[in-house]
Structure formats: C-alpha cells, structure tokens
C-alpha cells in the first residue's frame, strides 16, 4: 500500500490597506484557521498510517506447518540389515528379519509435529516398527528419547502420528536425530519395502 501526502492548504497573504481583519467571510481567520486544522488532521492520519506500515515490518511472520521428507537409508543395526534401491529400502531375500537406523537433520529450535513413513508389507505375521529417537551429543549419551512411533503392517501402509509433547522443540546443540526400523517375524519370500520418511514441524 502507498502512503503518500498531497497538501490541500495554500496560504495567500493578506495586503496591507486592501484586506480587512475579520473572523467570518471568505478571508476571515476562522476560515483559514479551519483549513489549517483539517490539514493537521490529514497529517494525523498519514502519520498513523506510516507507524501501522513499520509496526507490520517489525512483526515475525505467522508460524505455519513445513515437512521434511526423507529417503530411507538405512545403515545396519543387526544381523540382517535392510537392502537399497533407488528411493527406497526393503528386506532382503530368504531372511526374516531386517535393522537399520539413519541420520537426519532437522532445523534447530522448530517445534516438531508428526512422524509420517510411506511403503509396502505383504507379510501377514511380521512386525515392522519405525521410530523417530533423539540421543545426547556427549559420549555419556548412551539411550535415546523415544519422540515418536509407527507400525507399518499393512500393503501399503501410510501411518502418521504425533510427536511426544516433551521432546517436540528441536535442540541440536545439545541432541542428535535419527530414525530406526525394525523388521521380525516375516517370511523368506516376503516383501516389505520402506518408501518415505517424513517429519512435519512448525516455525516461528
């Protein structure tokens, strides 16, 4: 929006012996005295306007809702690990298992929101969980924080649920994240696949 001031008062100067000292009429002081107040008036309100202009630049924008979307991969933790193609991780073949856990990076001091994780689980009696953990940066740290987690049993599966409130504000300074999966119970000829991994967090 344009703030702009066009002046609406011009003074025209009295002649001395021609014009008469008067209150009222066309050239009387009430008149110009007016014009001058409605000017002050005009101002008044140009000057509003500039302060609500500056006080709106000097607000943080409105928090609103990003997501982080991440691509399974997937170092192993256990015996049987999981295999990679591209944009995504599954069991391999002839093992009824599968453990891995990957790195992530998220935005310091955002407040984390959901854990989401997108894929296949043709398996009828396995377990497959995926949790979101954060852990201490020190070397004492040796447990993590659970913040969130998912089971993704069925073909397909797409699951979400709600961070833990507690451990909702990101504080890399002080925590590491990342993500595990775990896999039991499954077939030799069975096939699970891990497509996404996505956290939604919101800012400001």
Do not use: C
């Not at 009430?30 to 140009?46: C, M, T, V």
């Not at 994780?117 to 043709?122: E, I, L």
């Not at 069925?154 to 999966?181: C, G, L, M, W």
Request: zero cysteines.
């Amino acid at each position: 929006m344009a703030i702009t001031y066009t002046p609406a008062f011009q003074h025209e100067d009295w002649i001395d012996n021609v014009d008469r000292v008067q209150a009222g009429g066309d050239n009387g002081f009430n008149l110009r005295f007016h014009a001058l107040e409605s000017e002050f008036s005009q101002l008044s309100a140009l000057i509003a306007q500039i302060d609500a202009a500056l006080t709106a630049l000097g607000q943080a924008p409105p928090p609103r809702i990003l997501r982080s979307s991440f691509t399974p991969n997937l170092v192993a933790t256990g015996a049987s690990g999981w295999s990679h193609g591209p944009g995504f991780a599954q069991k391999q073949a002839n093992v009824t298992s599968a453990q891995g856990m990957m790195s992530i990076d998220l935005p310091h001091g955002v407040n984390l929101r959901s854990f989401r994780a997108t894929g296949r689980n043709v398996s009828r009696g396995s377990s497959l969980r995926i949790t979101l953990h954060r852990q201490g940066v020190d070397a004492a740290a040796v447990t993590s924080d659970i913040l969130a987690r998912l089971d993704g049993n069925s073909n397909p599966f797409d699951v979400n649920t709600v961070i833990e409130q507690q451990y909702e504000v990101v504080d890399t300074d002080h925590f590491r994240y990342f993500i595990t999966a775990e896999l039991n119970g499954a077939a030799g000829t069975d096939q699970v696949i891990l497509f996404t991994f996505q956290i939604a967090y919101m800012t400001g």
